[in-house]
């Protein structure tokens, strides 16, 4: 097949590297007649804190990035928003300073991981006044949306706030890794079909990419990480504009930890790779 291949493209661009993607991509481009790859992402980076893997993608890549220049923006961004393909959205941040602080071994830990130690994000989970803060935030932000996506820090956080959600009479169910595939249909159908009842979905590790709901027009991200690629991911689940499915005006609240390290601004986001391209 590899001979007969024209041009491959591949979307999520930012794991061309990754091993498994980067064997199938040097047979395609590679193997008999040579193929011109075009990558696509939204985030043209692999991760924040790591600038040798982002220049190995880069490199990959012949450090030839396609850039959206427009005459009278500074950045694409406002471009996209003014054109409608975005929605114009509000970041709130949700700064949380409770819970113990992180020991000298944790914070050693911290550092040298790509991202928050499980151990501290299950602790963080566990937090009540944590989780008050994000059931709170999530209850207000239902009076002004009609699809809200919540990511959670874990699986048994994800099932605990879909939980008294819905205890408390909000349509709201958790989809994770090991929820069934039946019912994560039924769960995933019923919240994109039209109806003007709330509805919110607690997701934990599965619906960051590949899940297409564009009437969703507010995200609550409970889920900390160091990961810039992941948090973009998030963030872009509820900010499709009109003339791409969605809404005109978008929501995202972020859980900061003030404590920890994490991504919190989608400002941020649009300007950390230009160094590597």
């Not at 199938?24 to 011109?36: K, Y």
């Not at 959600?165 to 919240?191: C, H, N, Q």
């Amino acid at each position: 097949m590899a001979g007969r291949v024209d041009l491959v493209v591949m979307d999520e661009a930012h794991q061309a590297i990754a091993p498994t993607y980067r064997l199938i991509l040097d047979v395609l481009t590679e193997s008999g007649r040579p193929a011109p790859l075009l990558g696509l992402t939204a985030t043209p980076g692999r991760t924040w804190s790591d600038i040798d893997e982002d220049q190995r993608l880069a490199d990959f890549f012949y450090r030839k990035k396609v850039s959206l220049e427009v005459e009278g923006y500074d950045s694409p961004i406002r471009f996209l928003v003014d054109e409608g393909y975005l929605a114009e959205t509000e970041f709130v941040q949700l700064e949380y300073a409770g819970g113990r602080d992180p020991s000298p071994r944790e914070l050693q830990e911290i550092r040298e991981s790509l991202d928050i130690p499980q151990d501290i994000i299950n602790l963080l989970a566990a937090d009540v006044q944590r989780n008050m803060l994000i059931l709170s935030r999530t209850e207000t932000m239902c009076r002004r949306h009609h699809r809200i996506i919540v990511f959670a820090a874990t699986k048994d956080h994800a099932l605990v706030l879909a939980t008294v959600l819905r205890a408390r009479g909000t349509w709201a169910y958790a989809v994770t890794g090991e929820t069934p595939s039946s019912e994560r249909s039924r769960i995933i159908e019923t919240y994109r079909a039209d109806s003007d009842e709330t509805r919110v979905i607690v997701n934990y590790g599965v619906l960051t990419t590949g899940f297409d709901a564009p009437k969703t027009s507010a995200a609550v991200i409970a889920r900390p990480t160091k990961s810039l690629v992941l948090f973009s991911q998030m963030v872009g689940r509820a900010t499709r504009g009109k003339r791409a499915g969605g809404n005109a005006r978008a929501e995202i609240a972020t859980v900061v930890d003030t404590r920890l390290p994490g991504f919190c601004n989608m400002a941020d986001a649009y300007d950390n790779w230009e160094d590597v391209w």
